[in-house]
């Protein structure tokens, strides 16, 4: 019995990391292309992370400093079709 509850505390795990990786990719890759279009720059984001704080308030891991990691982050593994999957699997700190 501990053995399948422990199985499926793993598997949540993975899931929520998952997600979240998802989230950050995509956050990530609608700030890179609103750069590449339509020209934002620090200002933008740091009113995109103010914006944020302010919508949703109990969320964490918003911060303009981090949005810009989020853009890093696909910037990074975009152009690896091979790779970009897989990072996907690892968690955010390992990324």
């Known amino acids: 019995m501990l053995a399948l509850i422990d199985a499926a505390r793993t598997r949540t795990v993975a899931a929520v990391n998952t997600t979240l990786i998802d989230l950050y990719w995509s956050i990530g ?23 944020i ?10 911060s303009s400093q981090n949005l810009w990691r989020m853009r890093q982050f696909y910037e990074t593994y975009r152009h690896q079709p ?14």
């Open 29 to 51: 890759e609608h700030i890179a292309e609103r750069i590449t279009n339509d020209g934002w720059g620090q200002g933008t984001v740091n009113a995109l992370a103010e914006y």
């Open 53 to 62: 704080q302010k919508r949703q308030p109990n969320a964490r891991g918003f």
């Open 82 to 95: 091979k790779l970009s999957p897989l990072v996907r699997e690892l968690s955010w700190t390992h990324n």
